[in-house]
């Protein structure tokens, strides 16, 4: 499901294949992925780009960030890239982003992120025993508006003023959004029964259909 979504974001995203290795007499089923790193790039992690350990809103790394660019247009690029990367997430509630689960291409004179994998922690929306509703990610609750998401680069509330300037700052974070209410679940869903011959029961079927109707709407109200 995740590298189907981020392609309809236009993000690089690794090709996972369903795998299963026998130990004795078990059998483990997951997924491998013979695309994780492109051959003669430069990965790290954002710590060693930002170097901080407390992630500022919105975009305060920015001065750190635009060091290792020397076109304008490159640095925007980039910035583009963390902001579909933040809206894919959204839209998935990804609440595992830390730096170990998306790399950076350190190129001479500017930075790419490097393909996208490890979408496991996704999708959730049932509410635990605390009254978390993980639609709108942790720690929020069920009377709560707002969601709130960070990766090893950047926190954004959702809605927000920093939010909001970055809507003004780039108009193209603001379409990414709308890219959403294009999603069609259903028609995923079915596409992943046809590649992998994988039938989701319908109860999980069900979830993924709400899921996205929630989204959806949080998105109308936000945009």
């Known amino acids: 499901m995740g590298s189907l979504l981020a392609s309809k974001f236009d993000l690089k995203t690794v090709k996972y294949k369903l795998a299963c290795i026998r130990l004795d007499d078990i059998s483990l089923y997951g997924i491998i992925s013979p695309s994780m790193f492109i051959p003669n790039k430069k ?8 170097g901080n350990k ?19 247009k490159e640095l925007e690029r980039f910035i583009l890239e963390l902001l579909k990367m933040a809206v894919l997430d959204f ?40 009254g978390i509703d993980y639609t709108f990610n942790y720690p929020i609750n069920r009377h709560s508006s707002t969601y709130v998401y960070g990766n090893a680069i950047m926190k954004l509330e959702f809605p927000s003023d920093d939010l909001y300037r970055l809507f003004d700052r780039f108009p193209l974070f603001k379409e990414y959004f709308k890219r959403i209410l294009d999603i069609d679940m259903n028609e995923l869903l079915n596409l992943i029964r046809k590649k992998y011959d994988l039938k989701a029961p319908k109860y999980l079927r069900e979830h993924y259909m709400d899921y996205d109707h929630d989204k959806k709407e949080f998105v109308k109200n936000l945009i």
């Open 91 to 130: 839209y998935m509630n990804q609440i595992d982003r830390v730096k170990e689960n998306f790399y950076i291409i350190k190129n001479p004179h500017s930075l790419s992120l490097a393909p996208l994998y490890d979408y496991s922690e996704s999708f959730n929306s049932i509410y635990d025993e605390y």
């Open 43 to 50: 990965y790290v992690m954002a710590d060693s780009i930002i």
């Open 54 to 72: 407390k992630i500022p809103t919105g975009l305060e790394n920015l001065d750190k960030i635009a060091a290792f660019f020397k076109n304008d």
